[in-house]
Structures are given as C-alpha cells and as structure tokens.
C-alpha cells in the first residue's frame, strides 16, 4: 500500500470532516479453462453447493477454551453485489471453485442435555484460516476430501473475532434419531490474486446454515475430509467427531476508493503547494 507523506494529513482530515467517506470498488473475476476466457463483472462472491461438510472433532462448552471447525464445499455458483447468481456456463465441468476453512470458535451452552451434552449452543468465532481455490479440473471429491484443495489459492484470509451463531440440536422422540440446525456466520480479512481479481478484494463476510442427523438434505456424510496444505491434501474424520452438512453463501468487497469530492479537495491542495515537490511512495 501506498503511504502518503505527512504534508498530506491535514488534507485527508479536512476530506473526512468534509463528510467524504470511502466508497469500494466493484471487483470483476477473470479465469480461464484453459479453452475459454471468463469475465465476471461485477463479482460479488459464491454461492456453496448445500452438499458441504463441517465438522468439530471435539465440542467444548465453557465459552473460553477453543475448539476448531473445518469447512469444505464446492461453488454452486458465482453471485453479484446483490446475491443474483452470474455464473458463466461450464462451472462444475470444465472448472470448479472450492472453499476450505480451519474456524477457530468458543461455545457456550444455553440449553443442557442430549448426547453432546448440550441441546443448544452459542458459538464465537475467534481465529482461523480459509482459502478458496480455482482449479480448471472439476474433481474435487466432497464424500472423501480429496483435490478440494489442489486449485490455485486465489483467495485466503484470517477469520475475524466475532460472534457466529446458534446451533441445536434435537432428538426424535420416536426413533431417537439425532438432528438438528444453526446458522455460523464469520467475516475475515481477504488477500487475493491479482491475476484473477481487479482491483484487490479486502473482506469477506460468510454464512452457513448446518444442518445434522435427520435434518439433512442432497447430502452425504463424508468418510474424509479436506485438507491444506499440502495441496489437494485430506485428513481422518477422528472417532467422535460431530459432522454437519453445511450449506453457505460468501460475500465480497473490493479496496476503498476516495469519492470524487475527495479527490477533487486533494487538487486543490496540491495546487496550492506550489512548487513543492515530494515523490510518494
């Protein structure tokens, strides 16, 4: 980034007590197949396949010790700012985007019970890791997690401390079948590729509704998971372990932008200056 020396400060403060605010770019997404040049403008983020995973190896439910979630899913679609699905034709043949997310979260119980030993959880993201993948081969593999990983990391970032969400759980009363339901929100830092994304993207926001047991839909429980690094890497689903089908959508936003009132009050500062010359870097 850019820094401006310090004879601009006063001109940036008068742009901001002027009432100019930042405004963000619109990002635009180009890929190719290897056959075909996609441009995807404007871009505002994925819509993930229902058919992803998250899973918990271990629950703890005094609100301070952490726990990690992992998330796995390929893109359903590509969105716009608004959410309207843009996606050029071919995703899931000719190529295919993947998410995978270390979440790191703390959990309090809000009602006790059931075989976890709670029935209903609030959940805070803390920490954590996510990369999302372009690979020009669809052969990413949900059911044992293997090559949702191999693509070429267009997009990673930190997860942001935040609230996530609420998950319950629920038991059949006739059958005794486990189910249950939640919405996870995390919002995060975002770096991206530059040869895939104009201009730079700066943060993320996601949303997974998890579903488990009896609750599922066009879903099947993986036997492993995805993994990285390495590339295209997979791990053991450890004995005890929580699975959920996962079901999300994430959202993105370009770098700030000044406004045009900003820029122009920058000018006429910088004319002002004269014959003062400094070189920016």
């Given at each position: 980034?850019?820094?401006?020396?310090?004879?601009?400060?006063?001109?940036?403060?008068?742009?901001?007590?002027?009432?100019?605010?930042?405004?963000?770019?619109?990002?635009?997404?180009?890929?190719?197949?290897?056959?075909?040049?996609?441009?995807?403008?404007?871009?505002?983020?994925?819509?993930?396949?229902?058919?992803?995973?998250?899973?918990?190896?271990?629950?703890?439910?005094?609100?301070?010790?952490?726990?990690?979630?992992?998330?796995?899913?390929?893109?359903?679609?590509?969105?716009?700012?608004?959410?309207?699905?843009?996606?050029?034709?071919?995703?899931?043949?000719?190529?295919?985007?993947?998410?995978?997310?270390?979440?790191?979260?703390?959990?309090?119980?809000?009602?006790?019970?059931?075989?976890?030993?709670?029935?209903?959880?609030?959940?805070?993201?803390?920490?954590?890791?996510?990369?999302?993948?372009?690979?020009?081969?669809?052969?990413?593999?949900?059911?044992?997690?293997?090559?949702?990983?191999?693509?070429?990391?267009?997009?990673?970032?930190?997860?942001?401390?935040?609230?996530?969400?609420?998950?319950?759980?629920?038991?059949?009363?006739?059958?005794?079948?486990?189910?249950?339901?939640?919405?996870?929100?995390?919002?995060?830092?975002?770096?991206?590729?530059?040869?895939?994304?104009?201009?730079?993207?700066?943060?993320?926001?996601?949303?997974?509704?998890?579903?488990?047991?009896?609750?599922?839909?066009?879903?099947?429980?993986?036997?492993?998971?995805?993994?990285?690094?390495?590339?295209?890497?997979?791990?053991?689903?450890?004995?005890?372990?929580?699975?959920?089908?996962?079901?999300?959508?994430?959202?993105?936003?370009?770098?700030?932008?000044?406004?045009?009132?900003?820029?122009?009050?920058?000018?006429?500062?910088?004319?002002?200056?004269?014959g003062l010359k400094r070189r920016l870097s």
């Amino acid at each position: 980034m850019k820094r401006i020396h310090k004879f601009l400060g006063g001109l940036a403060a008068a742009g901001l007590l002027a009432g100019a605010a930042p405004v963000y770019a619109t990002p635009t997404l180009s890929f190719t197949d290897g056959a075909t040049n996609y441009t995807v403008d404007p871009f505002g983020g994925f819509e993930w396949f229902q058919s992803g995973s998250a899973m918990t190896p271990t629950f703890v439910f005094d609100g301070v010790t952490p726990f990690t979630t992992y998330y796995m899913a390929t893109a359903n679609g590509i969105v716009d700012p608004l959410g309207n699905d843009i996606t050029p034709t071919g995703l899931g043949t000719d190529y295919e985007f993947t998410i995978y997310a270390e979440i790191t979260e703390t959990a309090i119980c809000l009602v006790p019970g059931g075989p976890t030993g709670c029935l209903t959880a609030q959940f805070t993201a803390v920490g954590g890791t996510y990369n999302i993948f372009y690979d020009d081969v669809a052969d990413a593999n949900l059911v044992t997690g293997a090559d949702v990983t191999d693509g070429t990391s267009i997009i990673s970032g930190t997860i942001l401390a935040a609230p996530a969400g609420t998950f319950s759980l629920t038991i059949n009363p006739i059958n005794g079948n486990i189910g249950g339901s939640g919405v996870f929100n995390f919002f995060a830092t975002a770096t991206s590729d530059p040869a895939f994304f104009n201009p730079d993207l700066i943060s993320q926001n996601s949303i997974a509704t998890l579903q488990i047991g009896s609750t599922v839909t066009n879903w099947t429980q993986p036997t492993g998971f995805a993994d990285y690094p390495p590339s295209g890497g997979t791990q053991l689903i450890p004995t005890g372990a929580t699975v959920f089908q996962a079901d999300g959508n994430s959202a993105f936003q370009a770098k700030a932008v000044p406004e045009p009132a900003t820029l122009s009050l920058l000018a006429l500062g910088l004319l002002g200056i004269g014959g003062l010359k400094r070189r920016l870097s």
